[in-house]
């Protein structure tokens, strides 16, 4: 597996084609934006019964990470679970996989928006959380430093290869792509980004291979040349 | 029972007092009016819509009948409406004691209430509108006393899952009102049993009335002053002597074939119009309000000429059209003569018509066309059956209507003849689905859509779902569209854009709707604001519309052309093109692959001459650069026409034969088809109709952008974790028939066997030259593209100046 090591205050983190952030120094797996139990939440609130599979997809890409890295801990940045709800929702098979794999590791539930509170499951819960210089919350904070959040589920394009859900940085902040398998996106250059990333600053694109870029510049957004 | 109806005085009188004949097919309609299932088939101008609803008014002439006795459906809503006015005039001449009203998207809430309430005697209404007519609880009253249905336009309905979800409605409608007798009404199609055979309740027979089809149409090209450009599809080089036409005749009708070709004409049109001439637009895209406009104006006599697309091929009456311009190579007879025949809307007169073709090879497949037309040979593709998404979506409605009995709706959906070979296990799939999601992980126990009760019958579990259910109700599926309006307060509707246009668009950016360039501001709750913005050169909305295919029949017509030693109907430039293309490679022929291969712009090409139709040719592009990547050729893109696809990459393919050993393209189409993007744009309208995905929720909540995710997603994950889901086996038929169009490549394979020319020219030859300037390039994912990315992101760092900047690094992990 290829990863790109990135230098953030003083420490490396590996940034992983799947989204996930790997910091070999704290033997640690960052992922934010679960999102399990999406489906059983909307065909509880709204009815639609999309394919109930979303957890196994996001779970199995979870243990296929922690097998690359061999990391021995877990951090989840928020919105792990679609509502608080949504975990006892899960299917005893979903669920029983879930628990395997935190049993095995020491394991950090920060909460988000969708799961303000602990969900039932074994693993830390923190209403946000530091570890050395890092500190990690579900949403940005404006001015915040060393910090790594997610929440927005940033995407970016690249000319010829398409939409993907991306990480961004500058030299202050990391903001996590959603690594659920039932999650849109926002574009990366959408103000609300805009207003949180300063200058210079990068996205890695997720993909077979993590690809970097920089930043889109103001008014420059993606007008390349045409051309396949 | 033989039921004749006689046409009582006050209609002979009435006729005569206008000087009127009735057509021998009128007559002949009121003879058998009583048969349970009768077809019309009459040319444009024949009298058509009168000849389906003389038998109601006859009937009804007396004033005894109460509540609803005819339902007129037609494919269009401004039909509905156009019909309702020139339906009302000789009923109200005659003074009948008939009520009759227009029942569509656009009419207003308090006016169905009323309708549901208290039904007119005649309603006209379009195949969405009456699925949720059914789908009320109050149905069975509304039908009670329902005579008769009359489908108009029946040959454009029954093309499509439209028509199959109208005829299980007549399904549904002949159980409240039994003995309801079914008429059609249809322009000259290829095989009329076949149509008959879908309006009848299977087996039953369906009588078919053909009327004099009328004098042939006076069709030729036009000949225009600057020759067709190579590639494209507007026609905008005719400009000047399209206005020329416009000038010499009453009112002409110019046809193109998409909705984004319409506007970028009509504006060109508009810039070159220094007699300010009268010209208006009309398009499915456009708003309600601008629509009616240009149909007012029309109708008034008030236009000289109106640019439109599909959305006027069926029969509104225009009035004095005295000219048909069809802009594009048809693609199809069929449609170009039924189009035709928008032109002089009287009986027994000819029709004339102009083709302008958009590009050189257009002007080849024109006189091709021309040579079909006067042939009488009509090219028609044979139905498949049923859509199973359209059942599921039938079911649905049942369900809303109240509690049915699986066994009962099975034998009705038999008597459906399109449905009429569907086995019992396909129908338990589909009332599986909609009743569990007919997952293989049995997720949804506890929110199932459907409970069986204790006594056999099925219903909502939750009664609430039903208004989820009516607001997704129908088969059309635009691409997501969304409005635009002028800005400001109580800001003008123009019409609306597809949404991944609309995402593209930064403030100050302008486009062309309705004929005006208007310039983006911004997207406030779901709707696109601008502002008028006359002096800008616009980029240009894109609408979907799938393009149609140039029929096998036509391309067959063409290749047998391009073996004539000489074209002397054809233009100066053409002939020279096809004769240059003769000396400096060869004539692509019926029997034989034409590959050539040549060097242009730092990339291997390689074109193949195929001649399978757009959408044969996309999938031909896809299986090609499949095994050009595993062969190591580094295949980058391709483009596909009607007539060939051209391929290009880093390396040159020097032996093109294998590539069409037909066992291996049906397995590169196995293994392809899964990962492939024609199958999710296929899924998408699939799992909307199906109603695995809802477009339109109530209330829908303004959340932030990040909730909402593409059907890929669900696409992708459907394929992996449950590959043999009943939406995912309905996509795949689909796919198949429509957009891959398998069918088409097969037949060209079946007609090649493996014959296989390939030419090596130095430069690109006449025939691919062409084929370089085609947009709509599609990409290829590879080890190509790959390389290519990672150099254009090399290439942004360094220009940003970043690339010094922390320096990341690739690390293994």
Not at chain 2, 88 to 97: N, Q, S
Not at chain 2, 278 to 293: F, K, Q, Y
Not at chain 2, 454 to 466: F, K, V
Not at chain 2, 744 to 768: F, I, N
């Amino acid at each position: 597996m290829n990863g790109l090591d990135i230098p953030f205050r003083g420490e490396t983190l590996c940034a992983l084609g799947s989204g996930a952030l790997h910091w070999p120094a704290r033997d640690l797996l960052i992922v934010s934006d679960l999102h399990l139990g999406k489906s059983e939440r909307i065909a509880r609130r709204q009815g639609a019964m999309l394919p109930p599979y979303e957890t196994r997809a996001t779970l199995e890409r979870l243990a296929a990470d922690l097998d690359a890295t061999g990391a021995g801990s877990v951090l989840c940045l928020g919105d792990s679970f679609d509502d608080l709800d949504a975990a006892a929702g899960l299917c005893a098979q979903d669920r029983a996989r879930l628990v395997s794999l935190i049993e095995a590791r020491g394991w950090h539930w920060v909460e988000g928006n969708h799961d303000p509170g602990p969900a039932g499951l074994p693993g830390e819960h923190h209403a946000e959380l530091k570890i050395g210089p890092l500190t990690f919350r579900h949403i940005a904070a404006p001015g915040a430093r060393g910090e790594l959040s997610g929440h927005y589920h940033p995407k970016l394009g690249l000319q010829g290869r398409g939409t993907t859900p991306c990480l961004l940085f500058d030299t202050d902040r990391m903001i996590l792509p959603a690594y659920g398998a039932y999650t849109g996106g926002m574009p990366a250059t959408a103000p609300e980004l805009r207003a949180l990333i300063g200058s210079p600053a990068f996205a890695v694109l997720t993909g077979t291979k993590p690809l970097l870029v920089p930043y889109p510049a103001r008014g420059g957004a993606g007008r390349g040349r045409k051309r396949f | 029972m033989e039921r004749m109806t006689a046409l009582p005085p006050a209609f002979e009188d009435w006729f005569a007092t206008r000087g009127w004949r009735i057509h021998p097919h009128q007559r002949e309609m009121l003879t058998r009016s009583g048969a349970p299932a009768l077809m019309l088939i009459a040319p444009t101008g024949g009298g058509k819509t009168l000849a389906g609803f003389l038998p109601s008014l006859a009937e009804l002439a007396d004033g005894a009948h109460e509540g609803l006795h005819t339902l007129y459906v037609s494919p269009l809503k401004a039909l509905a409406t156009d019909i309702r006015r020139n339906l009302t005039i000789p009923v109200e001449e005659m003074g009948l004691p008939i009520r009759i009203e227009d029942r569509t998207g656009d009419t207003r809430q308090t006016a169905k209430k009323r309708q549901r309430a208290d039904p007119p005697h005649i309603l006209l209404t379009t195949p969405e509108s009456l699925a949720l007519m059914i789908s009320y609880e109050d149905a069975p009253r509304i039908f009670a006393g329902l005579k008769r249905i009359v489908v108009d336009e029946i040959h454009a309905l029954a093309e499509g899952k439209r028509g199959d979800q109208l005829m299980l409605t007549l399904g549904r409608l002949e159980r409240l009102a039994p003995g309801l007798r079914r008429v059609g009404l249809s322009a000259t199609v290829d095989d009329p049993a076949a149509l008959a055979a879908q309006l009848a309740k299977h087996p039953e027979p369906c009588e078919i009335i053909e009327a004099d089809p009328g004098p042939d149409p006076d069709i030729s090209m036009l000949h225009t002053q600057a020759p067709p450009p190579w590639a494209g599809a507007g026609g905008g080089y005719a400009v000047r002597e399209v206005l020329d036409q416009v000038k010499r005749h009453k009112t002409t009708l110019i046809f193109h074939n998409t909705r984004a070709q319409a506007e970028i004409f009509f504006h060109k049109l508009w810039l070159a119009n220094d007699d300010d001439l009268p010209i208006g637009i009309h398009h499915g895209s456009l708003s309600r309000e601008v629509r009616a406009n240009v149909e007012a104006a029309m109708v008034a006599g008030d236009l000289r000429a109106i640019v439109c697309t599909g959305s006027l091929d069926l029969g509104i009456d225009w009035g004095d059209v005295d000219l048909v311009i069809q802009i594009g190579a048809p693609k199809n007879v069929k449609r170009l003569v039924q189009r035709i025949g928008r032109a002089n809307h009287r009986y027994n007169a000819p029709s004339k018509a102009l083709l302008v073709p958009a590009n050189r090879f257009e002007v080849v497949e024109c006189m091709a066309a021309l040579e079909a037309a006067r042939a009488h040979e009509l090219d028609g593709t044979p139905k498949g059956p049923g859509p199973l998404d359209v059942l599921c979506q039938h079911i649905m409605i049942t369900a809303c209507a109240g509690p049915f009995d699986e066994d009962a709706l099975f034998s009705e959906v038999r008597g459906v003849g399109a449905y009429a070979g569907i086995s019992r296990a396909q129908f338990d799939d589909c009332l599986d689905f909609v009743a569990t999601g007919g997952y293989a992980l049995r997720a949804y126990d506890k929110w199932k859509r459907l409970l069986k009760r204790p006594d056999g019958l099925w219903q909502l579990r939750d009664p609430r779902s039903s208004l989820r259910i009516r607001m997704n109700i129908g088969t059309i599926q635009d691409a997501d569209m969304l409005k635009v309006r002028m800005r400001g307060r109580g800001g003008r509707s123009l019409g609306e854009v597809e949404e991944g246009f609309a995402a593209s668009l930064t403030p100050g950016d302008t486009f062309l709707i309705g004929g005006q360039v208007v310039r983006y501001e911004s997207l406030r709750e779901m709707t696109v604001e601008v502002s008028p913005r006359p002096d800008r050169v616009p980029r240009i909305a894109t609408y979907a519309g799938a393009k149609m295919p140039t029929s096998a029949r036509l391309a067959e017509r063409i290749l047998d052309d391009l073996q004539r030693p000489d074209w002397p109907e054809l233009p100066r430039h053409t002939r020279d093109w096809l004769h240059l293309q003769r000396e400096v490679s060869k004539m692509p022929e019926r029997g034989r692959i034409l590959v050539e291969t040549f060097a242009h712009d730092d990339r291997h090409h390689a074109c193949f001459h195929t001649f399978a139709g757009r959408n044969a040719q996309q999938t031909l592009g896809l299986l090609l650069t499949r095994r050009m990547e595993v062969l190591g050729l580094h295949p980058l893109g391709f483009v596909a026409t009607d007539y060939a696809t051209l391929i290009w990459g880093l390396d040159e393919l020097s032996d093109p034969a294998p590539l069409f050993e037909a066992d291996e393209l049906r397995d590169g189409l196995e293994g392809w088809l899964t990962s492939n993007a024609v199958m999710k744009r296929s899924f998408r309208g699939v799992a909307s109709i199906a109603g695995l995905i809802e477009k339109n929720l109530p209330q829908m909540r303004k959340t932030g952008r990040q909730a909402t995710f593409s059907s890929d997603i669900l696409y992708d994950t459907l394929a992996k974790y449950d590959p043999d889901h009943l939406i995912l086996r309905v996509t795949r038929e689909q796919a198949m028939r429509g957009l891959v169009d398998f069918a088409r490549v097969e037949e060209m394979l079946e007609r090649t066997k493996g014959r296989v020319d390939l030419v090596r020219a130095t430069r690109p030859t006449p025939l691919a030259a062409a084929m370089l300037l085609e947009r709509d390039r599609v990409p290829v994912a590879g080890a190509g593209r790959e390389r290519l990315a990672e150099q254009e992101a090399a290439r942004l760092l360094t220009e940003s100046g970043l690339a010094a900047f922390g320096a990341p690094t690739v690390a293994g992990v």
